[in-house]
């Protein structure tokens, strides 16, 4: 079974780039999915198949993909992108999914 | 508009069991895989489970693996999780999420979740 590792925070000024990056092996292979989630909500999701935005989701977030390494990225970070963070993917047959430990994202 | 909505959390002592419904509306449920996903106090998400769009096939997480049941009634509208041989860590909120498309393994939409305490 796969297994994704996230840092467990990132911390970050407004008006700057936050990266957050999710390792495992399910990558290249398999794509990764990045979900928002604040404070006692659903999560959201923010990037699907390594790269695209789904419909109403700011230009700022953006996906990227290295090696077993995928990436989310937010550019011009503003005090309410302040929230958890979690990538996902899934094995090839659409068997199992997992979820990395999620991220902490603090806007400073 | 698209709506899961669940029910059926609450306090339960270890060895217990419970059932968790997610009502849906605003979209064709037949023709959707779904999921349940969970969240322990203060953790990550969690794959739990997932069902097919007619319920033919279902998959588990190793950890609940032979104790919950994944079901669905698309003449309902609903999907359900039943809980059996409870234990302290099964404590969380449980989502249910929608599958995107046979395209993506995406979950484009989610539940409000309701929360399950296993406690004596």
């Known amino acids: 079974s796969y297994e994704l590792t996230q840092p467990p925070s990132v911390s970050v000024s407004p008006g700057l780039t936050a990266r957050i990056t999710c390792s495992g092996d399910?990558?290249?292979?398999?794509?990764a999915y990045w979900y928002q989630q604040k404070p006692g909500q659903a999560p959201v999701l923010i990037i699907y198949n390594d790269i695209e935005r789904p419909s109403g989701i700011p230009e700022r977030f953006s996906g990227s993909t290295s090696g077993t390494t995928v990436t989310l990225s937010i550019s011009g970070v503003q005090a309410e992108d302040e929230a958890d963070y979690h990538c996902q993917s899934a094995d090839s047959s659409g068997s199992y999914w997992v979820f990395g430990g999620g991220t902490k994202l603090t806007v400073l | 508009e698209v709506q899961l909505v669940e029910s059926g959390g609450g306090l339960v002592q270890p060895g217990g069991s419970l059932r968790l419904s997610c009502v849906v509306s605003g979209f064709s449920f037949s023709n959707y895989w779904m999921h349940w996903v969970r969240q322990a106090p203060g953790k990550g998400l969690v794959w739990v489970s997932r069902i097919q769009s007619d319920g033919s096939s279902t998959t588990y997480a190793d950890s609940v693996r032979g104790r919950f049941t994944i079901s669905r009634d698309n003449a309902k509208n609903t999907l359900y999780l039943q809980m059996n041989s409870l234990r302290v860590e099964d404590t969380a909120v449980y989502f249910c999420a929608r599958r995107w498309s046979a395209y993506s393994y995406a979950m484009d939409v989610w539940g409000q979740g309701t929360t399950v305490t296993v406690s004596s």
């Open positions: 399910a990558f290249p292979k398999q794509y």
